[in-house]
């Protein structure tokens, strides 16, 4: 089993910025992925950004490309995803996913195995 406990989401205005963290813990190996997504009211959850485990290879939705930044410590079994430049329409709840195994990024959110609980973020125009 792994856990993911996500935090760092707030209320924030248009433009500014937030660092979303994800904390994991249980079985780790190292041929997984990590991968952010985020779900708006009323909407489906998409794919934001992804990463492999050595955080040598990204990937990233075309909506965030540029202002969103995903990384990971895996010394502190931590994921993190900065936020910068932040719109309204970046409002919704943002999930850490775990893929196990894999080595190729994937956006698909039926590919992943194991989600945290969520983090709300709200950016106000």
């Known amino acids: 089993q792994v856990q993911l406990v996500e935090s760092g989401g707030g209320l924030v205005q248009a433009g500014g910025s937030l660092r979303l963290s994800c904390a994991t813990s249980?079985?780790?190996?190292?041929?997984?992925?990590m991968g952010w997504f985020r779900q708006a009211p009323g909407k489906e959850r998409e794919f934001v950004a992804a990463l492999t485990w050595n955080g040598g290879r990204t990937l990233y939705a075309d909506p965030v490309k540029g202002r969103f930044t995903i990384s990971r410590d895996n010394a502190k079994e931590m994921v993190y995803l900065q936020m910068n430049s932040l719109k309204p329409e970046d409002t919704a709840v943002y999930y850490c996913?775990?893929?196990?195994?894999?080595?190729?990024?994937?956006?698909?959110?039926?590919?992943?195995?194991?989600w945290g609980q969520g983090t709300k973020v709200t950016v106000s125009s």
């Open positions: 249980g079985r780790t190996f190292n041929d997984h992925i």
């Open positions: 996913a775990a893929k196990f195994p894999g080595h190729m990024l994937v956006a698909r959110a039926s590919e992943y195995t194991y």
